[in-house]
C-alpha cells in the first residue's frame, strides 16, 4: 500500500523554527515529485513548495520564499521542510502529495498521493 505520513509538526513560538519530514511507505520516492501543501482554519489548501524526484528543481509559494528550504534524502525515502522565522499565519495542516509525473507544480490537482497531515501553530 502506497502511503506518505507527515511528522515534525507542533506548537512554536512567533519567529521559531520546525522541520517536517514526509516518509514513503510502500513505494520509492525517487521518481516522484513531491509537494508540501498547507491548510489552515477556515481556509482552502494551498502549495507551499514542491521538489523533482531528483531534487534539481524547486518551487515555492511567495509568503515563504527566503523562510522555507525543501529537500530530500532518496536514500531515506524521505522529503523535509525547514521552516524558518515563522508567523503565526503559517499556521494549519500541513500535507505532503506525491505526483509520479514529476512536474513539481504547486497545484494539489497535479498530485495522486497524500499523507494524513501534520499540524503546525504558530503561537506566543
Known amino acids: 500500500q502506497l502511503q506518505l505520513v507527515e511528522s515534525g509538526g507542533g506548537l512554536v513560538q512567533p519567529g521559531g523554527s520546525l522541520r517536517l519530514s514526509c516518509a514513503a511507505s510502500?513505494?520509492?520516492?525517487?521518481?516522484?515529485?513531491i509537494g508540501w501543501f498547507r491548510q489552515a482554519p477556515g481556509k482552502e489548501r494551498e502549495g507551499v513548495s514542491c521538489?523533482?524526484?531528483?531534487?534539481?528543481?524547486?518551487k515555492y509559494a511567495d509568503s515563504v520564499k527566503g523562510r522555507f528550504t525543501i529537500s530530500r534524502d532518496n536514500a531515506k525515502n524521505t522529503v523535509y521542510l525547514q521552516m524558518n522565522s515563522l508567523h503565526p499565519a503559517d499556521t494549519g495542516i500541513y500535507y505532503c502529495?506525491?505526483?509520479?509525473?514529476?512536474?513539481?507544480?504547486?497545484?494539489?490537482?497535479?498530485?495522486?498521493?497524500w499523507g494524513q497531515g501534520t499540524k503546525v501553530t504558530v503561537s506566543s
Open positions: 510502500g513505494f520509492t520516492l525517487d521518481y516522484y515529485a
Open positions: 502529495a506525491g505526483d509520479p509525473w514529476d512536474r513539481c507544480a504547486l497545484g494539489s490537482r497535479f498530485y495522486d498521493y
Open positions: 521538489i523533482s524526484s531528483g531534487g534539481g528543481s524547486t
